[in-house]
Nanobody, 121 residues
Framework: VQLQASGGGLVQAGGSLKLSCAASGSIFFINDMGWYRQAPGKQRELVATITSGGSTNYADSVKGRFTISRDNAKNTLYLQMNSLKPEDTAVYYC????????????????WGQGTLVTVSS
């Protein structure tokens, strides 16, 4: 199983970006998915999560500005980021709990490679 994140880049403060994360490989079912970020010199932190049924959770710092969504048919996770601030600058990682086969009854935790978001002031 691989998670491929894309969509990062350089944007001015107040701008928008949309991140995508496509899961591929042996996938039977994807449970929770999420975005995390790690700024230089800081620990990785949760940005937002979404369950298989579409329930969402956001960090207080991004509420009202970011929207997490998923397309279960495409095994793809999204993060729409609006009103970006310089403090949103970080490497953004996607995460997913995946059951790889009908014969495997546990979920494994997978991470994407990260995509860099830089917000200039």
């Amino acid at each position: 199983v691989q998670l491929q994140a894309s969509g990062g880049g350089l944007v001015q403060a107040g701008g928008s970006l949309k991140l995508s994360c496509a899961a591929s490989g042996s996938i039977f079912f994807i449970n929770d998915m999420g975005w995390y970020r790690q700024a230089p010199g800081k620990q990785r932190e949760l940005v937002a999560t979404i369950t298989s049924g579409g329930s969402t959770n956001y960090a207080d710092s991004v509420k009202g500005r970011f929207t997490i969504s998923r397309d279960n048919a495409k095994n793809t996770l999204y993060l729409q980021m609006n009103s970006l601030k310089p403090e949103d600058t970080a490497v953004y990682y996607c995460n997913a709990d995946i059951r790889t086969s009908w014969a495997v009854f546990r979920f494994q935790d997978y991470w994407g490679q990260g995509t860099l978001v830089t917000v200039s002031s």
